[in-house]
């Protein structure tokens, strides 16, 4: 009797334990749901696949087994960084054993796609996509990626876990300003020297136009300005001799004169010669001072006129000095006006004598416009460093470099400039461009990109510059994307605060 009540007992308070451990489970797992729920409706970056010419990025929420999700994929073309149209989109999916395709629908905004995709597996899975981008077909390997099979493994996977302090920037805010990334691998850089120097115009491009008679300046018909574009055969001015004391109207009548004698002389002393009438002697002498005075009035002639001198343009040039002024009188020899074809800019400048030993090494520049801030190659424009001093004077303790380029008409003449001579590298360096930089209280930093969509503020610590790059010593590492234009904005997107998962995506 006592027997059977205990074994009565004792299933009774198992009966009761296993009730209470399948409520404490169930109610665990709905907790799970519950939370789990929530976290199935954040945004993850899924793909992110680069080729030359395209950035493919798709996004949308995670993706679980037996669920159907949307995944948004934004196309960006790497030269413009702006969107890119495309004819038609699919992803391909191979899941064990099993493949499945997902075509794309168009939301009419070009570079961004939706995708509906349901999986009735879970694991690895490899991803490709398949576009059509005017009428030319390519194929591009996404990777892999992993179906999981409920919101809890989704939850527990290191997928899920975020990076602190991230800045979210949307690929549509992205599209919307001048933006652009690159990743930064290490390149070779030496010494640099930084100068100043000046825009000046070739001396070959050079002329300076002169009376060749003395006489009043009249201007023809218009003033003459420096800066002013003049045209081949254009005649600027005209030296007005009548009335003056050296009156070239009289010198061009004698030039005349003496070339029509000794033109007539010339032709009956030839004709005399040809029936051996005279000596060669004789008629030699006739066709020199023919010609003495053939030369003497085309001297007169070109140019000239009974009335003065026309100064013409030789060549389509810009006025850079004028030195006379209507109505103001010349004598022949006098410099009239300065001027310039300006096919070639000439940089002038002056390094100190500590870089003496360096001055053998340099084989490029950065010409910096302080202005606008545009940078010029030396050698990518076709220019090249035509002139290097190796000694100073009593006059000059600097030591001149002189650089010569094609005018690429962002060099004005008279511009004074950064200069950077490049020198021979002796290793390799990271180096980001200047227009990568934020600047706060002294420090500088870069905007590190995780995803096209995720961005981190990095703060660097900077080496020598060259005018466009500049070293960084510490902060980043070789294979890291950063913003290289366009920084400003992801900044002021984290002054802002957190931003919307969804903001500025199109849905």
């Given at each position: 009797m006592v027997k059977n009540y205990l074994l009565i007992a004792l299933a009774t308070f198992i009966f009761t334990a296993c009730n209470d451990t399948q409520r404490q489970q169930s109610q665990n797992h709905e907790g799970h749901s519950h939370e789990q729920a929530e976290h199935a409706?954040?945004?993850?970056?899924?793909?992110?696949a680069y080729t030359d010419s395209l950035e493919i990025y798709i996004v949308g929420n995670p993706i679980i087994a037996g669920k159907e999700v949307e995944l948004t994929a934004h196309v960006t073309g790497m030269k413009s960084f702006k969107p890119v149209k495309v004819d038609s989109l699919m992803l391909n999916v191979t899941a064990e054993g099993k493949s499945y395709s997902f075509t794309a629908i168009n939301t009419g905004n070009d570079g961004i796609y939706k995708l509906k995709v349901q999986f009735d597996v879970n694991g690895k899975a490899d991803a490709s996509i398949e576009m059509v981008i005017n009428g030319i077909k390519g194929f591009y390997r996404l990777g892999q990626f992993t179906i999981y099979h409920c919101e809890h493994d989704w939850a527990d996977s290191p997928e899920h876990s975020h990076a602190s302090n991230t800045i979210k920037f949307t690929k549509e805010q992205a599209w919307a300003i001048d933006f652009a990334t690159e990743i930064i691998t290490p390149q070779p850089i030496g010494a640099v020297i930084k100068t100043t120097g000046m825009v000046l115009p070739a001396q070959a491009d050079e002329v300076v136009l002169v009376a060749g008679i003395s006489g009043i300046v009249s201007f023809a018909d218009r003033s003459i300005l420096p800066g002013m574009q003049v045209h081949e055969s254009?005649?600027?001015?005209?030296?007005?001799?009548?009335?003056?004391?050296?009156?070239?109207?009289?010198?061009?009548?004698?030039?005349?004169?003496?070339?029509?004698?000794?033109?007539?002389?010339?032709e009956r002393q030839k004709a005399l010669a040809g029936e051996q009438v005279i000596s060669t002697a004789e008629f030699q002498k006739a066709k020199s001072e023919y010609e003495?005075?053939?030369?003497?009035?085309?001297a007169c002639e070109n140019g000239f006129s009974a009335d003065g001198q026309q100064i013409v343009s030789p060549t389509n040039a810009e006025v850079l000095?004028?030195?006379?002024?209507?109505?103001?009188?010349?004598?022949?020899?006098?410099?009239?006006?300065?001027?310039?074809?300006?096919?070639?800019?000439?940089?002038?400048?002056?390094?100190?004598?500590?870089f003496l030993n360096l001055l053998n090494s340099i084989f490029d520049a950065n010409i910096r416009v302080s202005s606008s801030g545009v940078?010029?190659?030396?050698?990518?424009?076709?220019?090249?460093?035509?002139a290097v001093g190796r000694t100073i004077s009593s006059e000059n303790h600097l030591i001149p470099v002189v650089m010569e380029l094609p005018n690429v008409g962002v060099l004005p003449v008279g511009e004074v400039v950064d200069v950077y001579l490049l020198c021979q590298s002796k290793g390799h360096a990271l180096t980001v461009p200047l227009s990568a930089l934020l600047e706060e209280q002294g420090n500088h930093f870069v905007m590190v990109q995780l995803t096209p969509e995720t961005f981190i503020k990095r703060e660097v610590k900077l080496g020598v510059t060259d005018g466009s790059r500049v070293e960084v010593l510490s902060g980043l590492q070789s294979g890291n994307r950063i913003v290289t234009r366009g920084a400003v904005y992801v900044k002021m997107a984290q002054s802002s605060g957190a931003l919307d998962a969804h903001s500025g995506h199109v849905h």
């Open positions: 409706e954040e945004e993850v970056a899924h793909f992110t254009e005649v600027l001015l005209r030296l007005i001799s009548k009335g003056v004391a050296d009156n070239f109207a009289l010198r061009y009548a004698e030039a005349k004169s003496r070339y029509e004698l000794a033109k007539s002389a010339y003495v005075a053939l030369a003497a009035f085309k000095k004028v030195y006379i002024s209507n109505g103001d009188y010349v004598n022949a020899g006098q410099p009239l006006v300065k001027l310039s074809k300006l096919s070639v800019s000439r940089i002038q400048c002056y390094v100190q004598p500590r940078v010029v190659n030396l050698k990518s424009s076709g220019g090249s460093i035509v």
